[in-house]
């Protein structure tokens, strides 16, 4: 018998290595792909607060909450208005958000804020607020949105009733 259960333990051994390496690349995977759920501070168009945890809306881009569009001429408040219309979407519902991996499997950028896609119910608010106008697509993440930004110019809703500078070159234009 003292052969017989050598030969168990050994096999036994043999088939708990790969298990426990599976385990491990499970766990790591899963640590990257954080959930983060509550009610949310919304801060602009793309940007919200849960619990001190400062979540950009992954693959978006909405207008800075200063930035101002045009229509006919005029001057109007789109980056107000993209926060007002996200926190609208939102309303008192809580919110789930699963983190988004970039640049070498780190959900966060380099200004250190959560990369996500997040739910409030069942709508999907970064694919929402593309589709509606509110942001267009972050194509240097994803171009999950391009569609929903295509039927929103198409449409003329949100920023794309007038003219507007894209927020990333707006923002540049204020680094000068």
Known sequence: MGDDWTRF??????????????AVIAMSASASAENIKGRPRVVDGDTIIIRKTRIWLYGIDAPEYKQEC???GRLWSCGMAAKTVLMQAIGHKRVNCVSKPMDGDKPTDRRQLVLAVCRAGSLNLNEW?????????????????VDAEQTA???RRGV???????????RRQRRK
Not at 129 to 145: L, N
Not at 160 to 170: N, V
């Open 153 to 155: 110019r198409r449409k």
């Open 70 to 72: 045009s229509v006919d």
């Open 129 to 145: 607020m593309v589709k509606k106008g509110w942001a267009v697509a972050f194509r240097r993440h994803t171009t999950d949105y």
């Open 160 to 170: 794309w009733i007038g003219t507007f500078t894209p927020p990333s070159e707006w």
């Open 9 to 22: 333990r050994t096999c036994l051994g043999a088939i708990k290595l790969p298990l426990a390496a599976a």
